[in-house]
């Protein structure tokens, strides 16, 4: 066996399975979650003044990881693509979801040493460090369980995500047209009657915006209500379609050889 195809099987999440590979797992997402605690503990001045160039160690020591990891992922790009060229499969990786966010996470670093950029665009392009949470989506199990759960019910959520928007089209429409000679600094276009619709349909009720009037109230009423079963559809959609794929995979690992993988 090669070196590059021992370091796509070591790298590659699905094909391997050795101590080693879980070892490679275990340290990216450990690095991955040290990151991102590292980006709240920076947004504290005290402890960003006493510990910053211990977070800017880790940063680059995380950059230079990352940058290997991408790069070696480019290289044997062919193997996990066999029926494309070499160029064909490489550049599949790189504009594929997880090829984008593994640049996007290390890009940022990169581009103030590249092109000045202004110091606002710089923070900006810093919290596009988040975006490594993303690629847990590659180690975590749990994850791609949820991803493949959300493909399946994309139709139906979508239906649901519909119905919601129309819902607050027609609501915010008419809590505009009742409520604008009543109140006309807090719905004084749809605009703002849109946002007092999202507040009552998902329940959450900030009060800054409200209904004085008898019929806007009673139209406040029914939109709470309506809001209750229609923005808890996507969560039952959700649930059931998860629960559905662990008993699946919970069925098959039992109907595997422990030695082949074969279906028995």
């Known amino acids: 066996m090669s070196l590059k195809q021992k370091l796509f099987l070591l790298i590659d999440d699905e094909r391997g399975n050795k101590k080693g590979d879980h070892l490679v797992e275990y340290f990216i997402s450990g690095l991955i979650l040290c990151n991102v605690v590292i980006i709240f503990l920076e947004s504290y001045k005290s402890i960003n003044a006493a510990y910053g160039a211990f977070f800017r160690a880790v940063e680059v020591f995380s950059i230079v990881v990352f940058s290997i990891e991408y790069l070696c992922r480019v290289w044997v790009a062919d193997l996990q693509y066999p029926k494309l060229t070499p160029l064909r499969a490489r550049v599949k990786y790189m504009f594929s979801f997880l090829g984008l966010v593994d640049i996007l996470s290390i890009l940022p670093f990169y581009l103030p040493y590249v092109i000045t950029l202004d110091l606002r665009v710089i ?134 050889c422990p030695h082949c993988g074969k279906e028995l």
């Open 123 to 256: 923070r900006i392009l810093r919290l596009l460090r988040l975006l490594r949470l993303l690629k847990l989506n590659r180690h975590s199990k749990s994850l791609q369980l949820i991803g493949e759960v959300l493909k399946r019910t994309r139709n139906d959520i979508f239906v649901t995500v519909f119905m919601v928007v129309i819902l607050l089209v027609l609501s915010s429409t008419l809590m505009y047209s009742i409520e604008n000679e009543a109140q006309p600094e807090a719905f004084d276009n749809i605009g703002q009657a849109l946002w007092w619709a999202v507040a009552t349909l998902t329940t959450v009720g900030y009060g800054d915006i409200y209904p004085v009037t008898g019929l806007g109230k009673l139209l406040s009423s029914i939109i709470a209500l309506l809001g209750i079963g229609i923005v808890a559809l996507p969560t039952g959609i959700i649930s059931s379609a998860y629960i559905e794929e662990v008993q699946k995979r919970n069925h098959k690992a039992v109907c595997e």
